[in-house]
């Protein structure tokens, strides 16, 4: 595990446990401690992805606030991506241009993070008054978005 | 499960928690996740286009060598933000040095080159394409291809070089070579002697016979030595090459073989060879370098295998090999064989038999095994029988201890006597 990747994590767990203690959900704080010892394994042994969704349910569910929630996923999906980055390189033994490919995924995984977060604030932040419908119907156009995205990544792996 | 498909799952499920709470701030989480994947599908490659361009040091070596191979990538279309290329590596092949794989960026028109080196074994190789998987900075949206090239190394099995196989042959041929033909004429060994007549040179009149005959005059004749026919049969059965734990005692056959013809094209015989297993692989017989090479490459693509067919020796054609020709069978030979060879002896082929010892090969497999001890005597008792059994018709067995060099058993067993010992009448074995 790379130490981007470990700071990622610990900080998103930190996150969690702030969120928790103002919310006063004590009893909470022993998941959260297990789920993040379960990440500092998970991301060396290739089980990041199981350890992203637990700390996505657990900031998704736990209802502690919005701003320190957006933080622990965001900081949660950086430690995934830089976890999974970070065994990649370590597998091959012989790279070219290795800064190149470095420079571009930190940039673009910084920019994915920091558009992500912007969006999700403003879309807080901005309150829409839409009715039950309206909101069905655009959670169906995002989940067809979304499984447009799904089926282009399957086709373009085979 | 793949990473967009897994963030896919994670957003959908984020927004169905949101809708199903009528909370809109866990419908936000989701968006982070699909910034993430919005901005991968964005940056994913179109269409790359590479131009591949490999070599190999050698296109031939024998069997252990180390062989240099070079991959030359050049990048004719976008820029490749994350590109992993591996070589495919033939079955039965292991890198000796560097690697088959490598990962990087390939900017517009730069090229990247992979070299490694192998180890080789006996065979013929086919590198027969390049992999690539391109995909965007995150890794999430990957397209794999591959690009198609033209590689091919002959392994040729490691050779021993030996001095001389001492054969009886029964038949020689017309042109000059190493064997001794039961037939007086110009040569080193001496024959007989016959009475002179025109025309034979002078200086092989022998004074002494010719000086108790008043009106006849003797000369020395000498055998003529000659070039042989000879058939290599190689038993390829996977039953009689099978050792414990699968492994197969094949492979010195092989040696063997190609270590014995390499000797016999060597010194100008005919040679021809059959390799019997799971099919039949006939060489014609030949002489010369050509005649090598078409060994070689027989033996390079041998392997022990399995065929209801040919399962029994008796289904090998010998009209094949010419009428009294010498043939040397290569075979551990299991009892069976025995029967088979005794008809061939009677059907007038002097045969010489060489066998890797299955049994020290065993031996070394199955160390520490218990009764191992008295399953090496049982097999040692069968294989003395064998060789009296074939010994009994006159064929001759050569039962090569494979912790020995072959050249060493074979000079010991088979091989020429020193000028000193021929000298004084010893055989030296």
Not at chain 1, 22 to 40: D, K, N, P, T, Y
Not at chain 2, 68 to 96: C, K, S
Not at chain 2, 162 to 167: E, G, I, W
Not at chain 2, 208 to 229: C, M, P, T, Y
């Amino acid at each position: 595990m790379n130490q981007p990747a470990r700071i990622a994590l610990l900080l998103s767990t930190m996150a969690l446990t702030v969120g928790l203690i103002l919310e006063g959900l004590w009893l909470l704080l022993f998941v959260v401690a297990a789920i993040g010892s379960f990440g500092w394994i998970s991301a060396r042994r290739g089980w990041e992805s199981i350890w992203l969704f637990l700390q996505l349910a657990l900031a998704a569910l736990s209802g502690i606030p919005f701003l320190l929630a957006l933080l622990a996923s965001v900081l949660g999906l950086a430690t995934w991506d830089l976890a999974a980055h970070g065994r990649l390189l370590q597998s091959v033994d012989n790279g070219f241009e290795l800064e190149a490919l470095k420079t571009s995924h930190y940039r673009s995984v910084a920019l994915a993070l920091a558009s992500g977060s912007l969006l999700a604030v403003i879309a807080i932040g901005i309150p829409l008054r839409l009715s039950f419908v309206a909101a069905v119907l655009l959670t169906l156009l995002a989940v067809a978005g979304i499984a447009g995205l799904a089926g282009r990544a399957s086709s373009a792996s085979s | 499960m793949k990473r967009a498909g897994f963030l896919s799952f994670l957003a959908f499920a984020l927004l169905a928690i949101g809708l199903a709470l009528r909370d809109g701030r866990v419908a936000a989480l989701s968006l982070p996740l699909l910034s993430y994947l919005a901005l991968g599908l964005l940056q994913t490659p179109d269409r790359p286009h590479l131009e591949v361009e490999a070599n190999l040091a050698q296109s031939s070596v024998t069997e252990g060598s180390i062989v240099g191979v070079w991959v030359q990538v050049r990048n004719a279309g976008p820029a490749l933000p994350q590109l992993r290329i591996q070589d495919h590596l033939p079955a039965g092949l292991t890198v000796h040095d560097g690697s088959t794989v490598s990962l990087g960026s390939l900017a517009r028109r730069a090229s990247h080159q992979i070299s490694y080196s192998i180890r080789s074994t006996r065979g013929i190789h086919s590198f027969d394409r390049v992999d690539f998987v391109a995909s965007d900075p995150l890794g999430l949206f990957q397209q794999s291809f591959h690009m198609p090239t033209s590689r091919t190394i002959l392994v040729r099995p490691s050779l021993r070089r030996l001095r001389h196989v001492d054969l009886q042959p029964l038949r020689t041929g017309v042109h000059a070579g190493m064997y001794r033909a039961r037939r007086g004429g110009p040569g080193v060994e001496f024959h007989g002697l016959r009475p002179y007549v025109a025309g034979d040179a002078r200086r092989w009149i022998n004074w002494k016979a010719s000086a108790r005959h008043r009106d006849q005059l003797f000369i020395n004749e000498f055998e003529q030595e000659r070039a042989v026919a000879i058939g290599i049969i190689v038993d390829a059965r996977s039953r009689s090459n099978l050792l414990a734990g699968g492994r197969s005692s094949f492979s010195y056959s092989v040696q063997a073989a190609a270590s014995l013809s390499e000797l016999f094209l060597a010194q100008a015989n005919r040679v021809g060879l059959m390799i019997y297993g799971s099919h039949l692989d006939w060489t014609v017989p030949g002489y010369g370098r050509l005649q090598r090479e078409r060994i070689m490459l027989a033996l390079a693509r041998a392997r022990a295998g399995h065929s209801r067919i040919f399962d029994r020796m008796k289904y090998l054609p010998t009209r094949l090999f010419a009428p009294r020709s010498q043939l040397i069978f290569i075979s551990p030979v299991i009892t069976e064989d025995v029967g088979f060879l005794r008809i061939l002896r009677a059907r007038g082929y002097p045969i010489l038999v060489v066998s890797p010892d299955r049994i020290t090969a065993e031996a070394e497999l199955l160390d520490g095994e218990p009764d191992l001890g008295l399953a090496i005597r049982l097999a040692r008792i069968e294989q003395v029988l064998i060789t009296r059994g074939l010994a009994h018709v006159g064929i001759q067995r050569v039962v090569w201890d494979i912790s020995q060099p072959l050249e060493q058993v074979i000079e010991a067993q088979v091989g020429r006597p020193r000028r000193w010992m021929r000298a004084v009448g010893a055989r030296g074995r």
